[in-house]
């Protein structure tokens, strides 16, 4: 263990590129972060610790985690690239109408696994062991969300955190998750 210690503490992010197994070497951080959220219907149905539970026990880091009743303003501008779907309005009102728990996940290709984690948008179209594909049925109660790009993660999480609310620590199980 105390040949490991120095390099945890030593290293805020390691990039994997030397690794020859890796897809995008150049691309692949550990310290990518995900926007995540738990949609009122999954709050309103108690899956908050079974989703919070299946990032955790992947490995990914949590680094910001709050409840909102987010505003329909602020939800507009979170889902401006949907402004002219026919749902978009429905959209709004569903995740308007209750509490949010809006969380950021850390960890090597967190936002595409974050992705496949989730399921696809319609759950009937999800493989179960997806958290869409265990727990939900419909597209428009499909009680979570998940970042589709770096650049959607990156913005996202400015709109939901302020960067105080970031926590930029180093859990004593990253030397067991990374090699
Ligand atoms: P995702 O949430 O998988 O990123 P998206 O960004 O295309 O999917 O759409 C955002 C949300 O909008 C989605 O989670 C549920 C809702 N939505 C998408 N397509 C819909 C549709 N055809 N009918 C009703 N709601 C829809
Ligand atoms: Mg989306």
Not at 15 to 38: G, L, N, Q, W, Y
Not at 92 to 110: F, K
């Amino acid at each position: 263990f105390s040949l490991l210690l120095p390099r945890v503490l030593s290293e805020e992010s390691h990039c994997v590129s030397e690794k020859a197994d890796c897809p995008a070497p150049h691309k692949m951080s550990t310290t990518e972060r995900t926007f995540i959220a738990v949609k009122p219907d999954g709050v309103h149905r108690a899956l908050v610790g079974e989703i919070m539970a299946r990032f955790e026990k992947r490995g990914y880091k949590l680094v910001a985690l709050k409840m909102v009743h987010a505003t329909e303003d602020h939800l507009k501008v979170h889902y401006q690239d949907l402004k002219d779907k026919p749902f978009f309005a429905g959209l709004v009102t569903y995740m308007a109408s209750g509490p949010i728990v809006a969380m950021v996940w850390e960890g090597l290709d967190a936002v595409k696994t974050g992705r496949v984690m989730l399921g696809a948008t319609n759950p009937l179209a999800s493989n179960p062991g997806t958290i869409r594909g265990d727990y939900c049925i419909q597209t428009g109660r499909n009680i979570c969300h998940g970042s589709d790009s770096v650049e959607s993660a990156n913005r996202e999480i400015a709109h939901w955190f302020k960067s105080d609310e970031l926590v930029n620590w180093t859990s004593a199980a990253q030397p067991w998750i990374y090699e």
